[in-house]
């Protein structure tokens, strides 16, 4: 009985598939020692001995073995009982002995333990007994399965060079993989970039991509990373890479988290597994930052920072608010030393945002002063859940985009939303995510799914790669082609240590995610966090009409701070580069800033 329960317990301590980085999984490496202490249970009653005879990995035994339970204290313990090899009526335990180790049987409560004591307890024994090395082996080994099934849960690799780069990288590069979820079944990739500048003394930051579903290398190769790809002399086969002098990791490390599972080369065991919704990938990333500062404790000083972009702006509200509630809670460990965050183009509100692409638009004068009037009045402000029974405003608002009922009922009302179509309306042919660049033909392909994050619908993989070398014209979207060429190489998934058969092809946005938006603001979440010591840094580009920035500078005057610094400009080498506005609630500290012309993927 008492083994049985350690079974369960040693199964349940397991990760259910914990796979290596040559494709091969863990838990049957286990299964010889699983077998043969299922075997040792199998040979033995419930109660009283039964004789041994024959042991996996040895044969028929050249001596005698008894196993059996003996009832002490409403407890079970099992023994094993091997005669002298000699003369067995002459070598009886000394009497003293024998009444010390009953006396200790009885005193201690083995429910507890893992093992009992006379189980690990073996001067009783023939030392020289072939049996005794192979039971001592048994348990050396079921304590290893405990111990390595905790570290089983980290993978990681210093990448020295990369496919595209000529010589050894100038930064230090380890990718890898931490086990999160509660079978630690959900593998979530990560690049981590030390920071080039004092790695020690330097922030910490864990960048999240939105989407969601947008693999965090667009982080690492488009944004803020140190290398990219060089676009300019790419011919249409194996691209290069260039360094970014803008890089953030010149004064800061930067772990690049492929989240929520299914994104990047993350990758779960079981289909199950890769349903997930808002909550749960908050969790996962947040279980995840736990794990991967324990394996990396030398960071546990840094200040730490949670960042991300678009979509990421209902998740790291959701972070941050688990960190700061970790941190007070007694016996959570490890404290993190967390400072702040950090949003770019930040999804807050889905009704809100939704709501201010109407004024943005008559703001870049894509609307006449004489529709936005009439707009405004007759919907009374309200753009996205429309009264189905007010025709005026309908009427009005099919002149700037289509209006199409989408089957979703909310509050027993029949809701509407917007979407930018190729036709004679006011937003047509625009790139939404910057209304001053070129609409792609192969961005707008799936424009019913225009939601928050333009890296969702902007290409189509296999017409992408059919492009010819020069088009016609500029699209930023061409600049994805060599992250789909240079992530799906074979040299690349090596030098990224990739675990064979995980992932069979790499998208820099996952459409397919089971995943569901269940939380619809973090407002709430930035309200909290404003009663803490935390510095926050929010920026809009200021042509982005996905999440525009009007609608990013209402929830933030809703949150009632002081006024720290009044807006203004700010200056980068003597250019105009945006406009900022501070607020302050005691400790609290949040800086708002536009970004002139550019586009959600486009960080400072």
């Known amino acids: 009985m008492f083994l049985r329960e350690a079974a369960s317990a040693i199964q349940k301590q397991l990760p259910k598939r914990q796979c290596t980085s040559t494709g091969s999984c863990g838990r049957w490496v286990y299964a010889p020692f699983l077998l043969l202490l299922v075997f040792l249970i199998s040979t033995q009653s419930v109660l009283g001995g039964q004789s041994v005879k024959y042991l996996p990995g040895y044969g028929e035994l050249p001596f005698e073995l008894e196993t059996g339970y003996v009832s002490v204290n409403e ?4 023994d094993y009982f091997i005669p002298s090899q000699g003369d067995p009526q002459e070598k009886n335990i000394p009497e003293e002995t024998e009444r010390n180790m009953a006396t200790e049987r009885k005193s201690d409560h083995y429910s507890s333990q893992l093992f009992p004591k006379n189980l690990l307890h073996n001067s009783h024994f023939n030392t020289n007994s072939p ?7 048994l348990q050396l080994l079921l304590v290893l399965v405990l111990c390595t099934s905790t570290f089983a849960a980290f993978s990681q690799s210093i990448v020295k060079t990369l496919p595209g780069y000529a010589g050894d990288l100038p930064f230090k590069l380890e990718t890898g993989y931490v086990s999160v979820g509660e079978w630690n079944d959900v593998h979530l990739f990560y690049y981590f970039i030390e920071s080039e500048g004092d790695p020690d003394l330097d922030p910490l930051i864990l960048w999240l991509t939105g989407g969601p579903g947008c693999s965090s290398f667009c982080g690492l190769a488009y944004e803020i990373g140190p290398i990219q790809f060089d676009t300019e002399h790419f011919d249409g086969k194996f691209p290069n890479l260039t360094l970014n002098p803008f890089s953030w990791t010149k004064v800061a490390s930067i772990i690049f988290l492929d989240a929520p599972v299914g994104t990047g080369f993350s990758y779960a065991d079981y289909a199950e597994s890769y349903v997930v919704d808002d909550l749960l990938a908050a969790t996962d990333n947040y279980n995840f930052l ?7 404790p030398k960071f546990l000083s840094n200040k730490l920072y949670v960042g991300g972009d678009s979509y990421s702006g209902i998740i790291v509200p959701i972070i941050v608010q688990k960190i700061y ?9 490890p404290l993190l030393n967390l400072q702040g965050y950090i949003l770019g183009n930040p999804l807050t509100s889905e009704h809100d945002d939704k709501n201010a692409r109407i004024e943005f638009a008559h703001r870049l004068a894509l609307l006449s002063d004489k529709l936005y009037k009439s707009i405004k009045h007759n919907c009374h ?6 009264d189905p029974n007010n025709a005026p405003c309908i009427k009005d608002l099919t002149l700037v985009t289509e209006v199409r009922k989408k089957g979703l009922i909310m509050q027993e009302m029949t809701a509407f939303v917007f979407v930018v179509l190729v036709s004679k309306h006011c937003l047509a042919n625009l790139d939404t995510a910057q209304i ?3 609409n792609c033909a192969y961005a707008s392909r799936n424009s019913s799914k225009l939601k928050w994050d333009r890296r969702l619908i902007e290409e189509e993989p296999t017409d992408l790669l059919l492009l010819p070398v020069v088009p016609k014209f500029w699209c930023r979207i061409y600049n994805y082609i060599p992250s789909y060429i240079w992530a799906n190489d074979e040299r690349v998934r090596q030098a990224l240590r990739i675990r064979k058969g995980t992932i069979e092809k790499w998208v820099r946005c996952n459409e397919s995610l089971s995943y569901t938006e269940d939380v619809f603001t973090s407002l709430d979440y930035h309200r909290n966090l404003s009663h803490t010591s935390l510095r926050a840094l929010v920026y809009s580009g200021d042509h982005d009409m996905l999440v525009p920035y009007l609608g990013t500078h209402k929830w933030i005057e809703a949150l009632n701070l002081t006024v720290d610094d009044e807006w203004r400009p700010w200056f980068v ?3 105009n580069g945006g406009y900022t506005m501070s607020y302050v609630n005691n400790g609290y500290h949040l800086t708002f800033a536009t970004i002139k012309a550019r586009k959600k993927t486009q960080p400072i």
């Open 131 to 137: 049996l005794l090395s192979t039971l001592n082996v």
């Open 290 to 296: 736990l794990k991967w500062l324990m394996d990396h």
């Open 573 to 575: 080498d003597g250019q």
């Open 381 to 386: 402000g309200e753009y996205v859940n429309i």
């Open 75 to 78: 407890s079970e313990l099992f």
């Open 325 to 333: 509630d970790g941190n007070s809670e007694v016996g959570v460990q």
């Open 436 to 438: 001053l660049e070129p």
